[in-house]
């Protein structure tokens, strides 16, 4: 019974001694996801943006 | 050669006078914008619509509004077509008009909206564009 009693605190104790602090960056993270999806979307839309401007020449004037 | 021909001739060569006058009308009109262009006034802007760095004449004015929206009708069609805003698809035909559509001496607007002169160098084009 005892011996039980040691070996489940021992087990329980375990996560305690694997603690990990973090600690807040001081500078907030800024992650800019909006200039990679613009530039993705512009180059899927590179051959209708050239048929625009080739379709209609009197809206693009030299 | 009976009235009756007479009255179809007179008709088709009216047709043809008017037709010949709206021509220079129109070549009128969208030499004045190139003019504007060429004079620094009005601009390609990064946005995919025409804008003004100078003041222009009515007449010029209401050409590139013209202009701007024909430019935002075929905007939102490719838009609707390929699943994408507005802004998206004037923005991809602005890329292409600052690239390569500017010509040295020209005004051109970048995203921040000032008007800068085209030089002999390239434009630096906005990060999106596909380069």
């Known amino acids: ?62 | 050669m009976t009235r009756k021909t007479q009255i179809i001739t007179l008709m088709a060569s009216a047709l043809l006078v008017s037709a010949m006058l709206s021509s220079v009308v129109h070549a009128q009109s969208a030499s004045g914008v190139s003019a504007a262009k060429a004079a620094g006034i009005v601009g390609e802007q990064a946005d995919g619509y025409l804008g003004f760095k100078g003041a222009p004449t009515a007449a010029v004015k209401s050409e590139v509004d013209a202009i701007n929206i024909k430019r935002r009708a075929a905007y939102t069609s490719t838009a609707a077509a390929r699943g994408v805003t507005v802004k998206e698809a004037a923005a991809a035909v602005g890329c292409q008009t600052l690239a390569s559509r500017v010509t040295e001496g020209q005004a051109y607007a970048l995203t921040d909206g000032a008007w800068h002169l085209k030089t002999a160098a390239p434009i630096t084009l906005p990060a999106y564009c596909a380069q």
């Open chain 1, 1 to 62: 019974m005892t011996r039980v009693t040691y070996l489940l605190s021992a087990v329980l104790a375990l996560p305690l001694t694997g603690c990990v602090t973090l600690a807040a960056p001081e500078k907030p993270i800024e992650i800019n996801l909006n200039i990679n999806i613009k530039q993705e979307v512009i180059v899927k839309l590179q051959k209708d943006a050239q048929d625009i401007i080739t379709n209609n020449p009197e809206l693009f004037p030299k």
